[in-house]
């Protein structure tokens, strides 16, 4: 069973940067897709890009292409999410999970991801 833990996140300056990670555990990375969600204050979560188990990145939430990219480094055991010139719009919680009948990224939606750990919030703010 695939564990994720979240870190990385914290308070930046609008037009700053963060590079999250999301480390696995208990089985390995290479065979998961992996996606990063994020869910703001009153907002229902959604879907920011997902990674596949071949390192293909098929999906990014149209409000972050061109400021975030998704890798993953299966060797650490870990997917990584870089944002840059962060907007306040991009205030939220941000979790990783697998996806829990593929190891694509086919129906990008939480609810064809499990292990929804702690998240790590990002706050954008002056």
């Known amino acids: 069973q695939l564990q994720l833990v979240e870190s990385g996140g914290g308070l930046v300056q609008p037009g700053g940067s963060l590079r999250l990670s999301c480390a696995a555990s208990?089985?390995?990375?290479?065979?998961?897709?992996i996606g990063w969600f994020r869910q703001a204050p009153g907002k229902e979560r959604e879907g920011v890009s997902c990674v596949n188990g071949y390192g293909v990145v098929p999906n990014f939430l149209d409000s972050l292409k061109g400021r975030a990219t998704i890798s993953r480094d299966n060797a650490k055991a870990t997917v990584y999410l870089q944002i840059t010139n962060l907007k306040p719009e991009d205030t939220a919680v941000y979790y990783c999970?697998?996806?829990?009948?593929?190891?694509?990224?086919?129906?990008?939606?939480?609810?064809?991801?499990?292990?929804w750990g702690q998240g790590t919030q990002v706050t954008v703010s002056s």
């Open positions: 208990g089985s390995p990375l290479k065979n998961y897709a």
């Open positions: 999970a697998y996806h829990k009948y593929s190891s694509y990224c086919s129906g990008f939606v939480p609810s064809n991801f499990g292990d």
